[in-house]
C-alpha cells in the first residue's frame, strides 16, 4: 500500500527557510508525478509545486522563485526546498502521489494519494 509520510515543518520567522521532506513506501518515486500541496487555516486547499517523471515542474505564482521541488530517487523521498518564507506561507503542507488527470496539476483533485502533512508555521 502506498504511503506518504511528510517531515521537516516547523516555526521559523519570516524570510527564513525550511526543507520539507516527503518519505514514499510502495512508490517508485522517480516514475511518478509528485507533487506539493498546502491549506492555510480556514481556506481550501491549494497546489504549491509539482515534478513530473520527465523532471518538468511548476509552480504556484505565489511561491515562484522561492520554493524548489527536487526528489532523490534512491532515498525515495520528494523534498521542497522553501526560501524567503512569508506569514502567508503558513499552512498545514501535504505531499501527494498518483497524478489521475494533467489537466490541471496544482488541482487537489487531480492526485491520488496523499501523505497526513506537516505543518509549517511563519511568524514574527
Known amino acids: 500500500q502506498v504511503q506518504l509520510v511528510e517531515s521537516g515543518g516547523g516555526s521559523v520567522q519570516p524570510g527564513g527557510s525550511l526543507r520539507l521532506s516527503c518519505a514514499a513506501s510502495?512508490?517508485?518515486?522517480?516514475?511518478?508525478?509528485m507533487s506539493w500541496f498546502r491549506q492555510p487555516p480556514g481556506k481550501e486547499r491549494e497546489g504549491v509545486a509539482y515534478?513530473?517523471?520527465?523532471?518538468?515542474?511548476g509552480y504556484a505564482d505565489s511561491v515562484k522563485g522561492r520554493f524548489t521541488i527536487s526528489r532523490d530517487n534512491g532515498k525515495k523521498t520528494l523534498y521542497l526546498q522553501m526560501n524567503s518564507l512569508k506569514l502567508e506561507d503558513t499552512a498545514m503542507y501535504y505531499c501527494?502521489?498518483?497524478?489521475?488527470?494533467?489537466?490541471?496539476?496544482?488541482?487537489?483533485?487531480?492526485?491520488?494519494?496523499w501523505g497526513q502533512g506537516t505543518q509549517v508555521t511563519v511568524s514574527e
Open positions: 501527494a502521489a498518483q497524478l489521475q488527470s494533467s489537466l490541471d496539476r496544482l488541482s487537489p483533485r487531480s492526485w491520488g494519494f
Open positions: 510502495h512508490l517508485p518515486v522517480g516514475n511518478n508525478c
Open positions: 515534478l513530473t517523471r520527465g523532471e518538468s515542474t
